[in-house]
């Protein structure tokens, strides 16, 4: 857009105003009439284009604010900050009373991992506190396997009292009922939630709060309940805070009526809410109760409303029927709304679940004959059954039969009418058509738009045929006209009784364009919704809707929700297809990522092996699955720096890759570019620079201009690779290429992109001893992230300790041990060594910190700094990696200045060996060393050497006048680095 | 001539009345956010409301008008969006993914096509050229009133109104994603 000025502006909104509801074809004409200057009609006709897709990304934009309005913007808790001994380390939930996150502690080396609650009221009085503390004890003594232990609790800086349960690694209660537990399964479930509950009584704990939230199943199936007693915890504190009574530390419809009204709380509280949560693990649907008006009469005619409520809220996940009768009456007298008539304790109502399992009469209504008796059928039921088999096998057989003839007979006619839409549109796309030129994908999707609008009087086919469309649009990367087409098919199945599986089909495909697009509240919604339309339908249409559910929540890094759900997917579809399908292999590679992307590699490693062995045996398997696991499994492998296997599996992906999209593909560019990242994590940086360099050739070619953004990242790979080689004025180039590209691609200097490239050069100029330019960009580059990123971002916190380092060339050593400290202080919980930040950036920090402190003369603090540094970077890095050599230097000259330089002298070969190569002799990484190796060798007497190692590098210090070379040759003729 | 350039009464984001609106609806967010079992959606349109209720009590609100009220209030639920907006998308910087950091590996980069920071700045660009388009948009994006709420604020005509949003909306479009030539 050309600059304008509010004059001209308005100018062009007169005109636009003049044109905007004028048909499209006669707008031009009408421009041209009003308006001679060309420049204007460009900007008017830009608009008026724009104003096409006003409605679309006004809707995006009121999407965003919804979004943003859910988003609690006061609990921004970092990841690292610390309550007590525990380290955040991510948000896992939030609810009414807090956020909750997933906590670690350190003790005696192991990591202990808990589930802090952040509670939201204000608590300040001492009493409160006090009482709270106590309170505590009595909850930390609860001991039972069903019972998340309270293992913690405390205030934080500002006065937030705080909780640490035992963490669950587990689905929620109403994630493990959506997968469809067996009645047996869920009863069973039920038991074991009693028997917690009862332990808990027995030890006068009441929980007050129990509903499905507050209950999550472990992969083995037991069930832990949390928060017990918190609810008392916090209704006694609140009592004392006079202005919070409004909220209540209560779920309602969980919670008895005594509850509400502010009666006595007892024990049949609890009793209360486990019948409401049984109603609810039977059915899936929460539990009613009845009108308050009648809360006093808890006659016959109130509990018959409530029965018939019971029965009409059960889904079908479990039919009425199997309410109906001794479960809607245990349901019914747990719940009674007056407690004296509510089972006695925990345990008698779970004995009345154990008698209905076991066939037996249960307590509630022991003296009915009719009851009885249909409780004989019960455990005779394989004798009954037998008689009733022959009359019911006749009949349903029949029923089925026809109900599937007319379904088959509707899906022959379907497929019949896809077969002549796609003939059609394949029969005039021939070249003749299209003066002599091959028809493209698009152009034959297009086609197939047109012959479709034929199909308008059948809905269930034009749905189906409008869902094939949207996803070969999301398959060429038009995902607008994906999209649009998808929301049409929605729409028109919401609207028309079409089979539920073609409304589904119509779900997927909204879901996936959806989640292309990172709308993921929408895309979640609609996967869902297909997922339970057909969950009891056609079983691989239903686990492709689940697929398609996963697949979002892990692009949306939702991983926590993810799992569980991907697991149990896993089964049943090893259950439907056998463990050699694709389907299996395709379920593998997503577990994979999940491993990958929480840092599990050795588990990733392991999924991804087999998916790969379970393509290879397929006779068909699609070369895009086995390029994802071929990809999966090399980042993995090279994350644990296995360099071979990551650099076999990575090849095998180029290859793939060429062999789906051809060479000149952006897919086939990025797993070249992965290969690349294994030659240099491995410090094989000559060959990593030809490839590279022969790759951003191909690229540049190709791309031109047009895609600045991917040009920019692979620009600053190669800058890296000849910093790393000691070749600077090339690095810089490219670093000042890169940074013009991504000012191209963004538009402006001050993204993160910018920044991080500001960094790197930066750090270039600094080798150069150019430091005066380096300290201008650095701290540009510390002023952008210093924005947009979180106090304990590794990646802030390395640009802060590299600008620390610059001040300590610069002689101002105060200034840069208060940064590097910071910084280290920030990425580092400091309890053991574990934890924190990424154990490279603060292996260097500390490295860094402890030079700048040998600069002041602090040579114990410089000690301990170097020593915890090299065992970071030996947990960082592979043995004898250049990366590793900082730490090294930086232990062997604290060791020097103590006066150890036997010990310094074999650091600092490792460390020379370390870096040279990559780096050249006359880098100032290498000869730094070899400056503090000179003084070693002297210390040891071994003045030979020393004298020939002084006689190579002395030149070399000479050739360049800068101030790094300068600096390294006072140092080595002043013969000792103590005061340097 | 439809677009009045008129001198609007200047929104100081300093003064006090700025800042109790700008609290009272972060406040009322949140705490709309804690009970958010009970109502499901929020919406900007009934917090803008609270705020503007809020600080019509206040003793420098004596003598200001309705309309300018609200702008204020406007002009803060906007800056609370963006703040947010600004913030989320720095926790996800801080993922580190759109960068290779001197020792890391590296990511590829993965971008929303804009967001409300986005908006923000083409509001800016906006209100630079015709002052009257962008309190209309905040208006009606940010506090969420309907046209004719909005028209009544500014004192113009419903179609003005809708006419001018019309316009500021291309505007913005443009400014947002300007591939429009596809």
Known sequence: MISIDPESFRRIGELFDALVDLPADERSAKLHALCADAALRAEVEAMLHADARGHAIEKKAREQIEELLDADGESMVATGTLFGVWRVDREIGRGGMGVVFRVDRNEGGFTQRGALKLIKLGMDSEAVVARFVREREVLARLDHVGISRLLDGGMNSDGRPFLVMEYIDGCSLEEHIAGHPTLRERLELFGQICAAVAYAHRHLVIHRDIKPSNIRVTSDGVCKLLDFGIAKLLDDSMASAATMTQARPFTPDYAAPEQLSGGQIGTPVDVYSLGALLHEILTGTRHHRSDPSTKSSSDASSQDETREQTRRDAIPALSARSLRGDLDTIVLRATHTDAERRYASVDALAEDIRRHMLGQAIVARRDRTLYRLSRFVVRNRYMVAALVLVVVVSITAALVSLGQMRKARAQATRAEIAKQFLAGVFEQASPDENNGQPFTARQLLERGEKQRQQLSDMPAEHIEIGSLLARLYWDIGDYDRAQSLAEAAVEEAQASAVPEDIHADALIALARVENELRRFPDAIRHAELAAKLIASADTQRSLEARRQLVSILLRSENYLRAEPMLRALLVDQRKLSGDNSREVASDLVMLATLYYNNGQELQAVEMASDAIGILHELHRAAPSDLLDAQTRLGLSQLHLYRFVEAEAALRDAVKLATGIYGADNIQTWTTQSNVIRVLELEGRLDQAIAERSALLDVQRKALGESNPAQLAIHTKFLAADYRDTSRFAEAEVLFRESLRLTRLADGSDDGADSADTLLHLGYTLQLQGRYAEAENVMKSSYAIMNANSATGSNWLNDTRGRLGTLYRLRGRTAESIMELRAATHALDPGVDGTGGGSPAIRANLLASLSLSELAAGQIDNALASATQSVSLAEKAFPPGNFRSAASLYALARSELAGGQASAAEPLLRRALAARMPPQSANDPRVLEIEVSLVAALRANQKIGEAEALRAVILPLLRKDSNPVMKQLLREMDSGSHRDG | ?182
């Open chain 2, 1 to 182: 001539m439809t677009i009045p350039i008129l001198p609007r009464t200047a929104i100081d984001p300093a003064s006090e009345l700025y800042l109790v609106a700008y609290a009272e609806l972060k406040r009322l967010a949140q705490r709309l956010r804690r009970q958010a079992h009970v109502a499901e959606t929020l919406d900007t349109t009934a917090l803008v409301h609270e705020a503007y209720l809020k600080i019509r009590g206040h003793e420098q609100a004596t003598g200001k008008d309705p309309g300018y009220l609200h702008a204020l209030a406007a002009r803060a639920m906007r800056q609370i969006l963006v703040d947010r907006a600004r913030r989320r998308m720095a926790d996800k910087r801080g993922g580190g993914l759109a960068h290779i950091t001197l020792e890391g590996i590296a990511v590829a980069v993965d971008k929303q096509a804009f967001d409300l920071v986005d908006v923000d700045h083409a509001l800016q660009a906006l209100d630079a050229l015709a002052p009257r388009l962008a309190e209309l948009v905040e208006l009606h994006v940010f506090a969420g009133l309907s046209m004719p709420e909005v028209a009544a604020f500014l004192e113009i005509t419903e179609r003005t109104a809708f006419r001018d949003w019309r316009k500021a909306r291309a505007f913005l479009v443009q400014k947002l994603d300007p591939e429009s030539t596809s």
